[in-house]
């Protein structure tokens, strides 16, 4: 190729991307990010003035859900959660470009997906307003994962996920998970617990560690070495964790 077309299809390129760019900031203004209303669809915690638990209050359509904030869980949880699904959440706006071209250089490679390019906001993006796993959906949870980095902040990309992550049966959110699966709120969280609630999303009925103990130990296990890697914990520690036995769903005042 001459240097005079090679020049011509290098500007050709920019202008496509900066047209790109330009398209998607005007559509990033214009349209109106997702509605909040799923988190609204929220069950009823009563304490006494002490603030214990007396009884939980499932929502109207019988999930068990809780408001969650980054402030008020552990932060060891948010740090796990971190390391395992997105460890360039404080780096990217939504969308990981690095995560996406490495997903696709696999598929082309292997012929199928090995790891995948979701990341936090991607995820909840789609909790907010879940849709069927097809191309098209990626591409509108990108573009929601975008509004949502840029135009709320991470610590609002957070609290949605740990609000209405899947954790089993009817248990939505990190705040549920925890009363439902250890007895106490998700302020404190060992590491086991910690792993368990950030492993039980992506597959949380395969997961269930009262139905498929040795599929959620596996899990939980991923989540913890995971952590060790990133520092989080020491080897040990996970070690220690992941021969913690599995809980059992406990019956809930109501």
């Known amino acids: 190729m001459s240097g005079r077309r090679a020049r011509a299809w290098a500007w050709a390129a920019a202008g496509i991307l900066c047209a790109f760019a330009l398209a998607l900031g005007v559509a990033l203004a214009l349209v109106p990010p997702p509605s909040p209303a799923r988190l609204a669809l929220a069950g009823t915690e009563i304490t006494d003035r ?67 390019a979701s990341t936090i906001a991607m995820q909840a993006a789609r909790l907010l307003h879940p849709r069927p796993r097809t191309l098209r959906a990626k591409l509108i949870e990108a573009f929601r994962a975008l509004q949502l980095t840029l135009g709320q902040g991470r610590r609002r990309v957070l609290d949605i996920w740990l609000s209405l992550a899947p954790e089993g049966g009817n248990l939505v959110g990190v705040e549920a998970a925890s009363r439902a699966w250890f007895g106490h709120s998700a302020r404190v969280l060992s590491p086991a617990e910690a792993a368990l609630l950030v492993a039980l999303p992506r597959r949380p009925e395969a997961l269930r560690p009262d139905l498929h103990p040795a599929a959620a130990r596996v899990a939980r296990a991923g989540v913890l070495a995971r952590a060790a890697r990133a520092g989080i914990l020491s080897p040990a520690e996970a070690a220690a964790a992941a021969r913690v036995p599995l809980p059992r769903r406990r019956h809930l005042p109501a």
């Open 50 to 116: 002490a603030g214990h638990l007396l009884a939980l209050h499932p929502a109207a359509d019988t999930r068990l859900a809780f408001p969650a904030r980054v402030g008020d869980v552990s932060p060891l949880l948010v740090r796990m959660l971190i390391a395992r699904e997105d460890r360039y959440f404080a780096d990217h706006p939504g969308v990981n470009p690095l995560a996406i071209a490495r997903a696709l250089g696999q598929w082309v490679l292997h012929g199928h997906i090995v790891s995948g």
